[in-house]
């Protein structure tokens, strides 16, 4: 008998419920301190959660193995960085699969202003240290931005 369930984004009222269950769970099974974990933290519940309640369980699990004695601070950053690397893998995928349907040309286009924008980002918008780092020169660098319509990005 099939159960279906919407996904765990469109659920947010069940995240302090299982983060709760999960951190008493995971302790007991490894043998470590519960964590404390602050359950207003708005990033588990602006996340899209695309592996649903088992992405949250790794997410505990990944807590209460690392965050042995720390700070609530230190926890939100853990949650943050993970959360954070998990977007970048998903908008990376799309990346790809809008460059797979696009001619070669587009693709590139899209690659190259994807790529700088993040570069520039990174950067916090100074070109210098952006073309430092892409190995370009400073004026193609602004030539190629110009070319691509980036304009300044911070």
């Known amino acids: 008998m099939p159960v279906e369930l ?4 469109s ?15 995971l302790s007991e099974i490894n043998g470590v301190q ?10 588990l519940y602006t996340y899209n959660w695309p592996g649903n309640v088992r992405e949250l369980r790794n997410l505990v699990e990944r807590i209460t193995i690392l965050s042995s004695n720390e700070s609530k601070k230190n926890i939100n950053k853990i949650i943050n960085d993970f959360l954070n690397q998990t977007s970048r893998v998903e908008d990376n995928q799309n990346i790809l ?7 070669l040309k587009e693709a ?14 990174k950067h916090h918008g100074n070109i ?13 660098l602004h030539r190629k931005l110009k070319s691509l319509g980036i304009k300044g990005t911070n």
Do not use: H
Request: aromatic letters at 12%; proline letters at 6%; hydrophobic letters at 30%.
């Open 6 to 9: 919407s996904p765990l984004s």
């Open 34 to 43: 519960t964590p404390d974990i602050d359950i207003k933290n708005d990033s």
């Open 11 to 25: 659920r947010t009222e069940d995240i302090p419920l299982l983060i709760e269950y999960f951190k008493i769970k």
């Open 108 to 121: 590139r286009e899209y690659f190259e202003r994807e790529y700088l924008v993040n570069q520039l980002k």
């Open 128 to 140: 210098s240290k952006t073309a430092d780092f892409i190995g370009m020169e400073r004026s193609a």
């Open 97 to 103: 699969e809008q460059s797979f349907q696009s001619p």
